[in-house]
């Protein structure tokens, strides 16, 4: 590959114009299973603060990973610049993201969804990007 090289932190400052600094931003994970395990331990290594929702845990794992609890999706989605979803399907989350939650997320939030489509109202979603809400 060829590319510009970088031999200097100036040229290092301007490559990097525009990028999103993320040490000290705050992913909230929505179920914390195999995957967002790994997606926790990975982020808190690039320097997130790291906070998670999954009402089926039992209290206490937070200890054990080192990472935040919160006990409602609100309390996660208010806290939260990127949340990312790691939750099965069933019929009592289906379009757990629609315009009521994209409303209590932070402007500016991202949303990553790494699980089922349907966890996500599509138009919701849709009509949140076409303005900025969320990225």
């Given amino acids: 590959k060829e590319g510009k090289k970088i031999t200097g932190p100036e040229q ?3 490559a990097a114009f525009g990028c999103a600094r993320i040490r000290g931003d705050t992913l909230g994970i929505v ?31 937070e200890k054990s990973l080192g990472l935040d609890r919160v006990y409602t999706l609100q309390d996660l989605l208010f806290k939260s ?3 990312s979803l ?25 949303l990553v969804n790494t ?16 303005d900025n809400r969320i990225r």
């Fill in 12 to 14: 290092l400052k301007d």
């Fill in 31 to 61: 179920g914390l299973g195999r995957v967002g395990t790994a997606v926790a331990l990975r982020a808190k290594a690039f320097g997130f603060n790291v906070i998670f929702y999954d009402p089926y845990l039992p209290d206490g794992i």
């Fill in 81 to 83: 610049d990127c949340v």
């Fill in 86 to 110: 790691h939750c099965t399907l069933n019929e009592h989350n289906n379009h757990l993201i629609n315009e009521y939650t994209i409303k209590q997320m932070r402007p500016g939030a991202f």
């Fill in 115 to 130: 699980a089922r489509g349907g966890l996500v109202d599509e138009a919701a979603l849709a009509t949140a990007l076409k």
